[in-house]
């Protein structure tokens, strides 16, 4: 007897059918979670096979796109008016790499300091450094003075290789407390002596001592709260990070990848360079960011993906609109920018940029140089809008229980602790707590290579019996909120987060909040302490646009701006989260770091007190709008004359 052919779906349950899969979808994301674990899985096999081979080190990347026949005509670095192909850049790596060696006596396993801006001469240097097994230790080429000699005494190094343009910030303070070092500028005529060498391949065994855990990169944190910390950056963590994001966002051979994020930070090195490194695109590069010109920059090498830190996308939101000196043509979406990848673009800037920009996807993540695991975010509409990541219930199932957010104490900065149990207690859903991370308790190393030669920092980063005895979690010093829909939100820094009237307020939330007021261009909050008052008030810096000022260039809010912003917030805002004061900040920018990350210590210093704010000018919330704060304001506070 015949086999009967297999029933076909009908015509009317084939809609039923796709109704039904899109329900199941929307309820669990299964299709975002399958995205993702489409890119982890690849990944972790890719780096397995590297680390069984030997070729866990990134010059091996260069090494076999540069040397196949299908890739090695392929542009691999734009910088201004210069390209390279993957060949060019390998022959010079190799020559740079014969003179470290043969000139300098760099040997594998030490550590050489790299002082630069984004150049190719950085990414070279770099390249050489990784093929004789040395370690680059990447310097904020900011810095000077005090910070900048304890960077490079944490790196433990002989040798610090200098940028022409940042020479001058290597004073003599600098050279007298490290005296037994030695400063190189790298100029163009040392690079000829470099390019004159011949490309000799160093041999496979300065790399082959390498595995997941040795360091392939120092890079420093911010320093915000203190003299920066040198993290150490394991090869399995940049390969895990580049490759991932790669797949993650889709990156193709064709692709260019543009960034003006400084290359001695995790951002732009990990997912930016090694990203485009590990799928063989382009990579162009401008030597720090300008806002002006930005697009410029992506439209001249046709960038298909840029980059963004922190308020990047305000800074380019807030500048006028470009039109071509000729045809008159808005500029602003003349550009084939698909993807917008970084951390920190704020919920009140991401639609005003995806929309003026013409944007199609913002990809935001969340992580941290020295961090064990990160979270993701692949936005192409207002769902998860603002989120730093979000996942479905697959997702949940197989990583869930490695993540944890925990309450938090305020009054301490700690993880709050049950006083029965001793243990740490979860949050519920929509509720802000500290987010952690899980260790192997038993092999913490294995996931934490911590701060070099800062064994107390490290130690500071992870908690034991959180939720079981000697169990270890790490810390993220970030307060964030997970919502019923698997969406994450960032909310504070702790430490940040201040107490007034006996509530927590988020710096994040309020400055939201303010930023969305159409007279803002952009606001920095953060709590100040008041003579006879418990607490910290709220306060935001915060740059007015052009039009919401009069005087002179640098005026003043107008009145009329003063009393829309006050009735903003007050109808945006709890009463306890109210910002109190406004400081009008009068030469137009709010102190950043290198990579665009608000500065809060220096404004919380010196709080409201007006002979201790310079050139700007203190607005304070009495009735419905702000009005002037001055000498004689301050004095009745400090009399305890006023109540807030």
Known sequence: MAALPPQLPSASTIPALAAAAAYINARTFLFYDLGMLRSILPTLLNVAWWRNRGRLNYFYRLEDLATSKSSENRLFLRFEDKTYTYAQAYDTVLRYAAWLQDRRNVRSGELVALDFQNTDTFIFLLLALWSLGAVPALINNNLSGKPLTHCVRKATTRLVLIDPVVAGNIGEDVRSELSQIHFEVVTPELERQMLSM?????????????????MAV?????????????AIVPWAKLAVVGSFTARWIGT?????????????????????????????????????FSTSLFWDEVRRHKATIIQYVGETCRYLLSAPVRTDPVTGENLDRKHH????????????????????????????????TEGTMAMWN?????????????SGALYNLILGRTIAIVEVDHETGLPYRDPITG?????????????????????????????????????????????????AWFRTGDVVRWDRENRVYFMDRIGDTFRWKSENVSTAEVAQVVGLHPAVLESNVYGVQLPHHEGRAGCAAVVFKPSAVVGEPNGLPSSETLKSLAQHVRQGLPKYALPLFIRVV?????????????????LREEGVDPAKIGSDTIFWLRGDSYVRFGPKEWKKLQAGGVKL
């Open 378 to 390: 692949l936005s192409r509409n207002d769902y998860s809008m603002g989120a730093i990541g979000r």
């Open 423 to 471: 243990f740490c207690v979860r949050v519920r859903p929509d509720e802000p707590g500290e987010l952690l991370f899980k260790l192997p308790p038993k092999d913490v190393g294995s996931r934490f290579q911590g701060y070099y030669g800062d064994q107390e920092s490290s130690s500071k980063k992870v908690m034991r019996s959180v939720f079981g005895k000697d169990d």
């Open 252 to 288: 193709g051979k064709n692709d260019v990848f543009y960034t003006a994020m400084p290359l001695y930070h995790s951002t732009a090195l990990l997912l930016g360079f090694v990203h485009t490194l590990s799928v063989g695109a382009t990579f162009a590069i401008s030597r720090k």
């Open 218 to 230: 120092l890079i420093y944190t911010s320093g915000t709260t203190g003299l920066p910390k040198a």
């Open 198 to 214: 011949e490309p000799a391949r160093p041999p496979d065994e300065l790399r082959n001592d390498i595995d997941g855990n040795s």
């Open 586 to 602: 009068r030469n137009g920018a709010i102190q950043t770091t290198g990579t665009n990350k608000q500065q809060k210590n220096r």
């Open 337 to 368: 920018v698909r993807v917008a990848f970084g951390n920190g673009l704020r919920p009140d800037v991401w639609n005003r940029f995806k929309e003026r920009f013409g944007i199609e996807t913002i990809a935001e993540f969340y992580g941290a």
